[in-house]
């Protein structure tokens, strides 16, 4: 260990310390973004920024185990990725196929896909489906593993979901604009029966939120960091549980 590394460690202990974990967010969504520029900057290539940003999954969920965290919903693959060339996203599905089963196999999570699963190959929803079957009965934290998603295709997804429900029931359009409200668009969300994100962390210093978790995330607090995700520290992490204990939340009142 080397004497910034120490630093930081003594650094991470004195914030953790002052950290309020009564004030500790449920839900925590986290865009992993900047893989590819953490790459350039160490001259590597996009597909190992990838197998980095995979292996801090595994870091983060273990500073989230020990605290309060209930739910953490990871955006892995968005439906805009799948514009990128096929060098590259080839490789990117089978770094989070691997990621997948290794969530599944630690025993200390619970998988769940959110995202548009016909947009995916055949094996990487087979691999999907697996992980979320396997874990099922466990009590751990609830990771979401937003693979092929987008904000908008899942309210899409949604009113579709809805509609069909109500039209094998032979609901008229004029009932089912008698009763159609948030509460009832929110059960045919991708996180259906789960908390809203309190929180919503993004790396890389972009500011915005690109679609993600649109309609749940209307009363999130954001955290923008400065960091490529592969570099993604504790005490990093620390700083947005800190930052977000520290705010109050209005709920618009």
């Known amino acids: 260990m080397n004497l910034r590394d120490l630093v930081y460690g003594l650094y991470a202990r004195r914030v953790e310390g002052r950290l309020d974990h009564d004030q500790v967010p449920k839900h925590i969504g986290v865009i992993l973004d900047g893989n590819r520029r953490w790459a350039k900057a160490s001259g590597g290539s996009a597909v190992q920024g990838h197998q980095a940003g995979a292996d801090k999954i595994s870091e ?24 990128r060339p096929e060098a590259e996203l080839i490789p990117l599905l089978g ?25 995916l190959p055949s094996r990487t929803q087979a691999v999907l489906k697996e992980a979320e079957e396997a874990t099922a009965g466990v009590e751990g934290i609830i990771v979401n593993v937003a693979v092929g998603y987008g904000g908008r295709q899942e309210i899409a997804d949604a009113v579709r979901s809805l509609l069909l429900e109500h039209s094998e029931k032979g609901t008229t359009f004029e009932e089912l604009a008698e009763v159609v409200s948030t509460d009832l668009i929110s059960e045919h969300l991708y996180t259906r029966g789960q908390p809203d994100p309190d929180l919503v962390i993004r790396t890389s210093g972009e500011q915005r939120l690109s679609g993600f978790m649109l309609w749940q995330s209307a009363h999130s607090e954001y955290y923008f960091c400065e960091v490529f995700w592969p570099a993604f520290r504790k005490v990093d992490f620390l700083r947005a549980l800190r930052d977000y204990a520290a705010r109050h939340r209005r709920y618009g009142t």
């Open 95 to 119: 770094i989070i196929e691997n990621t997948v089963r290794q969530l599944a196999s630690d025993g200390r999570w619970r998988v769940h896909h959110v995202g548009t699963l016909d947009l």
């Open 60 to 83: 983060l969920l273990g500073w989230c185990s020990e605290t309060d965290v209930e739910v953490v919903t990871l955006w892995l693959l968005s439906t805009d990725n799948f514009d």
